[in-house]
């Protein structure tokens, strides 16, 4: 059974080694490297475990069993507290299209509605269809490109956004 843990310092090292994968297996889908990423200090994965899980933040790993299968994680806007960005979603490919990365989202939009967050942005490469595909189930509708993307400027950066309903 796939269980959501919050990233915390106690599990930075389990932290790292998920976004290390991620960024290995999708290098396009996301603005920073492996290259950059792996060269980082275990006590520099320590500081990012606690603030991407701060007053302002949220981020989860999806676990199964033993093993890291999944990472989302979510930032409330500084310049504007009514809007959050999803951030550094990720599925391995063996555990894909089993409800991970929904279940991730909606754990994101949980707190999210807690923080009063209206809505939920985030960025996707362009030609991403099955990631494109996913958001729009989950709610999300494409606002456009927003900019070349970091590591391919023969991609977009794509904005998405959800509407948060408060209950």
């Not at 269980?3 to 889908?29: G, H, W, Y």
């Not at 595909?133 to 023969?154: C, Q, R, V, W």
Request: hydrophobic share 45%.
């Amino acid at each position: 059974m796939i269980s959501l843990e919050p990233i915390t310092v106690q599990n930075a090292m389990r932290f790292k080694e998920i976004r290390l994968r991620a960024l290995q297996d999708a290098p396009s889908a996301f603005s920073s490297t492996h290259a950059k990423e792996s060269q980082l200090s275990d006590a520099a994965w320590i500081e990012r475990a606690s603030q991407w899980s701060g007053e302002h933040s949220v981020a989860y790993l999806a676990i199964d069993g033993d093993i890291s299968c999944g990472i989302g994680a979510a930032f409330i806007n500084q310049e504007n507290e009514a809007c959050a960005q999803l951030v550094s979603m990720w599925v391995a490919p063996s555990h894909r299209r089993l409800g991970i990365a929904s279940s991730l989202v909606e754990a994101i939009v949980k707190w999210a509605r807690l923080q009063r967050v209206r809505s939920l942005r985030l960025l996707v490469t362009s030609g991403n269809e099955a990631a494109i595909k996913l958001y729009e189930h989950l709610g999300f509708t494409m606002m456009g490109s927003i900019a070349p993307h970091a590591n391919d400027p023969s991609l977009d950066d794509c904005e998405m956004s959800r509407a948060i309903a408060q209950r």
